[in-house]
């Protein structure tokens, strides 16, 4: 894992070139850089083991940009959630060590390139309208160190298309089963493994499907087989959680 | 299709044992017989091709078994659902005639042994505690004058279950398909074949099952492949649209 | 039914054009279109009867242009629903051939003109803000190679324009019940007739309403009567299953 | 109108058998007569029209026949709504006067029999099962001085014996409908008629009829032409609506 | 009540101008005027006492105009309601009689001037915000014939100047209460009158108020009291039944 | 405050008879009685201001006795809320020092007499049927330490009794109000004071109150004067709440 | 507190400059201030203890300023809350004395200095996106005479921040505690604490937060330990009830 | 893992004890045991890693006991969850092998006794109440293979409590975090590790509780920092989907 910044910090204090007060304020300062509209937790990637990620919506592109360059002058992954290419556009400009990835609406700087995993993380989906939450799974999972692959448009509605993907399904640590309407595809996957699954409902549908809720009520009622729920839409959260499940032990 | 009493009344006309006005009057008469409790519709076979239906609940056995009696004696067929044991053990004496299905929880006397329907009907349900309302869409289909297969526990989170009954699934000419929790069978079925699949959602469940709510907007949910759904736990309506898609062409 | 592809496949075979690995490599070709933004499900005509359908809204007109002319290319019909007249205009540019139906804003191509159905479809609606989801249903249904009428403006608050139209209304093999506010049309309906009546709530109205919600669950309260019901404006989905029903045997 | 206490102070006072501070303190004690359990508010008849109503369920047969007793003292009209037959019988021994209507499940006492209304007050009901709310709205109207007539199981699923009755339906005042399920009832009937109906949902059905929501919100979207809703099961709020729409000009 | 053109059409028969037959066809054609894009039902007055009334909102300003050119050609009184200003400004042209009401976002033309009401109509409203709803009630009782009287601005967290409205709410025949936010007015209201009230919950509010929501559920909690409840938003719907309560005996 | 333990303990240090250890293990010990079934937190009196509360619905008697017991022992004030008469008798046995307030279903015993309050608080309530969480709210704030009185019976339809009740509600320091149906008393009640009024929405009514909900609904929107809410049925909690904000500085 | 209009009054009335007809008048015209579009409460500030507050969202700027102007001139406090930007730069061109409180989006003018408060009132919120609601809810406090404080970005997530604050939080007489998503905020902060809590929920989130109420719910099950609920988004309730139990006594 | 039978047949084929078609069959008839009232998954150990779980409400105690002693036969692991004590006891005569988990009210019976998992399970409970949720999900890891260990008790209103087991938390490898009310532990919890947390809301809490959907809406509202959530009162599904995570790679 990725704290060099402490590293450094405890190195400069046993070479001497700092003392230990110094040294003491330095980590103490760490946690929160004090930005005039925002508190950076840079400790965040201490504790939690990765670092604060920044939900786009709403935000102002400068304050964002700022944010962003703070995070990697300390040397710790950018993750941008929710960025539209317009907002990206003005951010990239002061900082153009960005990668935008259009469909998942994320910009990305990786910190380092370990790999953190012990295995491989499969982002599946049911449409092609719920690309842009799966995208946002995989983005999330494969900056946090992941190998991370994706397979969409698997709706149950058509079971030769998702047989046909059987072997890789089998193949994966986690699953990240991404899927709106009626939400079924989560629990058809959780009968063909043995692994953990991650379900995502999507506010995609019209109707009844009460943006995500039919979907959302759908996922919960199949957690008797290893899918366990994340919040409507919230890519973020369910890769997040795939990568927290897929960690090797560094102890 | 079975309306002798009309043909009676019609034929003893032509025949001159009664005049115009006795069959007119007769013929009045039939809609409805005037019970000190209720009105007994006669006439439905005639106008909507099958009997009046005695929802059993709540009523009492007495009554119950006056309405069944009325019905045989007008030639008719009887089906009572949602019909407890205790229920009917009292009906039976002045019954006898009836015949009790214990896990449909109906009581059925069928007058006449036809085959109405140009094919199979087939109820297919999810998990075991799906029979009772799997059960009375068979039963009902049945007492209609169809034919009628049942395929129980083949949830979609054991799809090798399912695939098993594959070819008996597209032998059907109308499918009922019966789901608690997430409802996801029907949409998976309807994925399977070129026939109306008709989905009943259970109150099977708990939790954010919310008593069949989350199976009901699944099943909503699954609508653009075939799929049309009836009310929850409505056993029932489901065999009995069955029956009128499944009905041969009478002209 | 209209599946020339794969006969012109198998008649080249018998013919010697071409050999059994080429033949077989073009059935296994056959199933989907790799497009760039899209699977196109070409085998769903064989396997569950009917072409894929194009669901407009939210999709590039070049992209839905391109599958359409992929599916005239390959001799199968095209639907596409929910599509506003200025995506049509640009898709009909490179697409000549289709037909844009202003109310149902749908655009339709039929491969064949063969009736395929045992009778009249019937759709009925209730007000004259439910026509573009009846005209969706008789679009489908109509594409799907079946006769279809439509009835509008009959709600059930002017029960003698209702009993106006009782001999065109029993004259159907299947119909299809589209109104908003309270949904009571379907059920007045049903019991003017003893055939299957696919219920559709559409989203007008205002307050209580709850965009679809309450007309959804009059309907599915009127399921006791041969009444099954689809999810809220999804007037393709009713004509997808009346067109199910109606279907003559071809075996 | 009953409100001959008040007379009779004013007339002692007049006739000198009383003097002024004696009837001031009469009058004054008059709204509320403390009990131990209750504030009897004998004042309301003169206030409202019609004298305090006691909902029965869930109070102690005691009690509530200690209120009857003293309302009838005062030659107040009684009527006690939610009455179960083994309370009314505990209640009948200390208020023989009493009258119970089993399937209203109400026990009043009439105070005097004038005729206060303009007209006849029509109660009709779609099924069966919403008899005991049709009832409670009879009666109430009934002890509040009108014309009551009832007409029962005429739901909208058969319009043939609705329009039997349209003449009926026509000669009335004011009308109450009472429907469960999807509540159409209402709806239909304001379509025959130009008088005000009040449509009373009931928590009649099963699955996604919600206890009586589904007609609830069936009824509400009825509302353009002429209708106007009570709560779920308030057969007696819709009564007393009905009895002060149908009350003659006194003045 | 006006019904003059079928009058006219008798009256020509008597005087010979016109044969039967001719007169026949005269009325059967009444009830419905076919224009391109509605059926006018001319015959609504007749059957329910009022002419047709034009829900403004979404529907195209020609159509409009068109539809009150023909009511007004017909000697029918007209209301257009839910009428933004610009649309009026467009139909105002060639329909240059209409009054447009601002407040209550209505256009009306009064085809007669005859009193037909008991008494007076009383609109009573919560909060300033209410207005639109209460004027859009005021201006339809008004306009089928009533007297009406405004009263803005007296929700119950003001008793004091609820209160001094006392004698003026005691003098109506009938009281259309219009509220928002929790929806208390009506019930405070009816505690004071002995005369229906007719409650009108609107979408004022913002958080858990639900657009309308609360305000409903909470008037219908009110129903004992003579209270009786529209659709949310529902002014027309509430001056309609108030005018129907309203009616003088015309027989 | 009563916290005459903690004293003990310390005064016992101070004066020699206990060490510094023994001292500090007392202290340690506080917080938390480890029972067989429960933590009995004796800490939260020091920490929260009141003494631990027990909820007595589900909880064995046997168990609610023992910790009744050790509060006691511990000089800490006992309050048992919704407490079934049966179990009390229990209870009873083990502790004859409790005191059990009937219609408020609580168990009290009172460690001190002071007067914390800095007024008077005062408990309001609309029906009868809504004594029961009145009285729990009146029990709480008294066994807290505070004068406490209760008005009755005082609903919004009834504006005469309430207001002939003005100046009491005046006099209070904080006020209570308890209301179940459309729960409009708190916002009529802040709209004559200049004090904070707690609304505890409760769940009394039928169909459309949705155990509690309209009233709670109905509260929340009449936030913007003053009032706040509690959950439904909790007058412990409002009790609780009123005590805090009526409590005298001790500082 | 600032009454002084009316002081004003009675002194000129004791000093004999007007005589008690004129006072009387002067007296009675000041509750209410007609103005063209609204009733302008000026006896509030007497009555409930602050002047009427405007909410400014959908009201004209113009008419705001008019308000504004006239509370001004009879030395009451001005708070306008919801007010965008653009509207108060119209507004504060009539009312140059308003100060703009841009995260909270509230105009102010304060007319008087005085500390009315017993302690600090401290308002505490989860999330950057919570501030606009926190501030709201501290302007409301200070203008009613309050100390206030803001702490912000304390969600529970990250506890160690959260506790970093026990003292100042411990030193508060009341606490607005502000928080969206899951709302969990109130109740760790009320286990911190022997203070009142207010809890605001807000309608930050996506997903299954349903605008806030999902944090809605989650407070108002917090109700045990202190803590009451105001409406989501209603920092302006939570401000103003925090004043009112801060409130030193008067008499 | 345990798959002991599987090994037993292919070892008796190398052995030359059966031969090819022998095995053939045996494995065949593994996955069902075709008993009179079910399917009895024997092979579902093979393919999702644990064997079938049987769900003990309302199944009949003579069924479960006869699934018991069959699993047990084929050397699987047994789990019954949700069984009474009273059918418990007719169960454990024919499988006196069982244990009783009595507050998780589960019969358990361990195949074999590896440790199957990376680390610790840690179930945290937020109090009392939620005891027989946390056993569940504490046994149903444990008989799959796992140590766990439970901390009861911890709620987040005493923060002092919970972070007194903060090392023991941190010392877990995968958190299952079981709450009702407004469900903000797992959040809590989650902001003080870098393992992954599984959400239980449990149906644990009064009035706007509403059986758990409160504690559920908070629990899908915390899932950005790595928790996912199951269904309410889903004890055995977050056990289930705790072993999957806490697995052991097996290759």
């Known amino acids: 894992m990725n704290s060099r910044i402490i590293y450094d910090i405890l190195e400069k204090l046993k070479a001497g070139s700092i003392d230990v007060d110094a040294a003491m304020k ?8 004090e930005m005039e509209y925002a508190k950076l937790d840079l400790g965040r990637q201490l504790r939690n083991g990765f670092p604060e990620v920044v939900y786009g919506e709403g935000k102002a592109p400068d304050h964002i940009a700022e944010i962003a360059f ?11 959630t929710r960025l539209s290419p317009s907002a990206f556009e003005i951010i990239s400009k002061r900082c153009p060590f960005l990668d935008y990835r259009e469909i998942a609406r994320c910009a990305v700087w990786k910190a380092a390139d370990e790999d953190l995993g012990r295995g491989l ?34 709706g149950v509605a058509g079971l030769h298309r998702l047989l046909a993907h059987r072997d ?19 629990r058809v ?20 499907s009460f943006k995500g809720l039919a979907a959302l009520l759908g996922m919960l009622n199949s957690c008797a087989s290893g899918v366990t729920v994340v919040n409507i839409d919230n890519g973020f959260g369910a890769g997040y959680s795939a990568a927290l499940i897929n960690r090797k032990h560094t102890s």
């Open 70 to 80: 703070q995070l990697k002058s300390h040397d710790q992954s950018v993750l941008i």
């Open 26 to 33: 330095a980590l103490k300062n760490l946690p929160f850089l």
């Open 121 to 154: 993380i499969l982002v599946v989906s049911a449409g092609t309208s719920d690309l842009p939450v799966a995208g946002e799974a995989a983005v999330t999972a494969e900056i946090m160190g992941n190998r991370v692959r994706q397979i969409n448009d698997i």
């Open 168 to 186: 890789e399904i089998r193949s994966a640590e986690v699953i990240v089963a991404v899927a709106g309407m009626e939400g079924a595809l989560p």
């Open 189 to 208: 996957i959780s009968g063909l493994v043995d692994k953990p699954v991650i379900a995502v409902p999507t506010s995609v549908g019209y109707g009844a």
